[in-house]
């Protein structure tokens, strides 16, 4: 059959068709300023009051995807990030993290949040954002080297290395061990920060020690120690013990049960667990939120609440600080990559917030801060937001692509 050849289009055909297009573009169009409305939205991240969490700048800060369509059903959950019309100026939108909802008291005090008379606990999966790495712990160009490594025959070397292999298996009594020398603040200003603004020097126990452990020899312990004190001074002779954390990892079998120890007291057992001969696992030690956690190869194997000691209690200041231990017993390993981490510090200066009692929330009205708490507007200023000023929740970061992963 032979093929029947297209007839040339008249100016009507041209007409219709252009019609065709044009309806297309303005529905599509309609479609997505509705979305844009009702539904979702992107906004850019201009400040640093949300960072680690959300990378900040006025030109290439993060831009997240806003869900507009999530509060029309629900209440924003505590710990949520959400998106929200400025108290001061509702011309504006502000983005924090939800702390406090609807009918609670709020106390944000000793860097810590406390939610009706109780310390506020962080979800692990807000926690791991929240962490931030302490300037000096993995960095090669660090002065005054971080670690402090103290060798089986006693000597000693300052040393900002990512690697450690430490062998004390030469008989009973043989011991290493790595030390965290720098002074582990919440807030480290960075080289060009300007001097007139300078950032809060709270010293902080809410911490985490984070290192990859390869067991050389199935032999030996290793044990991660957390002394808190009260810093009298920069020098640690001088400071006094308020408490004393202790996990303990035997090295000597296949299958381990990590120890944690307070105060030279066993406090808890945890969950069996695995460190392969010759093989990386990941170990995290926390102290945060009055929680201590111990978490191998991304599994949490002991999680304890506990009270603040007597001692702490008896403290006349809450200015607590943590050091960092790695102590060897008669074992062969590597450590590579130690590093250490703070958590979220939220800061109570009263010259700058009005929020240092508790504070009452009304039946639609929310309290929210912000991730960088040294750097942050938000609720110890201001305090409520109520939920007529609710925009959405942040969910997404689009771009840098590199940085695209859902926000927690």
């Not at 959300?54 to 509060?71: M, Q, R």
């Not at 990559?337 to 703070?342: A, E, H, R």
Request: aromatic fraction near 10%.
């Amino acid at each position: 059959m032979a093929r029947q050849e297209e007839q040339p289009k008249t100016p009507r055909d041209l007409r219709r068709q252009a019609r065709e297009v044009a309806d297309s573009l303005a529905i599509a169009f309609i479609l997505a300023m509705i979305i844009r409305h009702y539904v979702l939205e992107v906004f850019k991240i201009p400040t640093k009051s949300m960072e680690p969490t959300l990378l900040g700048d006025p030109w290439s800060g993060d831009k997240i995807l806003v869900n507009k369509f999530a509060y029309d059903f629900r209440d924003p959950r505590r710990w949520e990030i959400a998106v929200f019309k400025y108290p001061q100026d509702t011309a504006k939108n502000y983005i924090k993290r939800v702390i406090g909802l609807p009918g609670e008291t709020v106390l944000v005090r000793y860097g810590d949040v406390y939610i009706n008379g109780a310390i506020a606990r962080k979800p692990w999966r807000v926690q791991e954002s929240l962490w931030r790495l302490t300037p000096h712990s993995r960095s090669p160009e660090a002065d005054p080297k971080p670690w402090r490594v103290t060798f089986p025959d006693g000597s000693q070397q300052q040393s900002a290395d990512a690697e450690f292999t430490l062998d004390c298996t030469g008989g009973a009594g043989a011991e290493a061990e790595l030390r965290y020398m720098p002074r582990i603040l919440a807030y480290e200003a960075p080289a060009n920060r300007p001097p007139t603004r300078p950032l809060p020097t709270d010293v902080t126990d809410d911490i985490m020690v984070e290192f990859h452990l390869i067991p050389r020899e199935q032999a030996g312990a290793l044990s991660v120690e957390i002394p808190i004190v009260f810093p009298e001074s920069q020098d640690e002779s001088r400071a006094s013990v308020l408490d004393f954390w202790e996990v303990k990892l035997p090295l000597d079998r296949p299958e381990l049960a990590p120890e944690v120890w307070r105060d030279g007291t066993l406090l808890a057992a945890g969950t069996p667990c695995r460190l392969p001969k010759g093989k990386a696992t990941l170990v995290q030690v926390c102290n945060v939120d009055l929680t201590f956690l111990v978490r191998v190869d991304g599994a949490e194997v002991v999680r304890k609440e506990y009270e603040p000691s007597d001692r702490m209690n008896q403290s006349a200041s809450f200015a607590n600080e943590a050091h960092v231990l790695l102590r060897l017993d008669q074992a062969h390993v590597t450590i590579r990559d130690p590093g250490v981490y703070v958590d979220v510090h939220y800061t109570d200066n009263p010259r700058a917030f009005a929020v240092r009692k508790p504070y009452q929330l009304g039946g639609d009205e929310f309290f929210v801060l912000g991730d960088n708490s040294a750097n942050s507007n938000d609720s110890r200023a201001w305090e409520k937001v109520p939920r007529s000023y609710l925009v959405g929740e942040a969910f997404l970061i689009l771009w840098p692509l590199g940085r695209m992963k859902l926000v927690r």
